[in-house]
């Protein structure tokens, strides 16, 4: 991704799921002595970034868009990205308030990778169910032509399968 380090971008690349691709970064100011925190959105999740020991390691954490909660709140100094994770608790991400443009877009994105995401998944969900209710209504018609069930029967489960599609 253009502007991340190559430091960054190499680690990164380590976690990324085949289909998974960078959306936007940040770069965070984290606590003291100047160090800094890289905030990374993919179109499946957010990696937190810090370099350890000068560059020669990492702490990466990721949070998965699908199973996270998010609010931002425009403050003075700081604006505040809260990341709310059931089995994690919670992530604070700070950027300073001059480049408030810049943490909206990058706020707008998370919301709208994550609508993406459920949207992707709802559809799949739908295709999976209309497929099982076609393989249920050809098991039926099965059923039926080998007579086991009864015309009325058939047809009464066959409405029902029908109204799922």
Known sequence: MIGLPNDISKELARFL???????????????????????????????????IFFGF??????IVLMQSHFEMIEGVLLDTIYIRVPSEGEHVINFFSGERDNTMRLFR?????????????????????????????EALAR????????????????????DRL
């Open 109 to 137: 994105e998370i919301e709208e990778a994550r609508e993406n995401l459920l949207r992707e998944t709802s559809s799949k969900e739908e295709t999976s169910r209309k497929l099982i209710a076609r393989a249920e209504l």
């Open 57 to 62: 390691s990492f702490d990466i954490t990721q």
């Open 17 to 51: 799921e085949d289909d998974e691709k960078p959306i936007d970064f940040r770069k965070e100011p984290w606590s003291y002595f100047k160090r800094s925190r890289w905030v990374v959105l993919t179109n499946r999740n957010i990696y937190l970034i810090k370099k």
């Open 143 to 162: 059923t039926f032509y080998e007579n086991k069930i009864t015309s009325k029967e058939y047809e009464k489960k066959k409405k029902n399968l029908i």
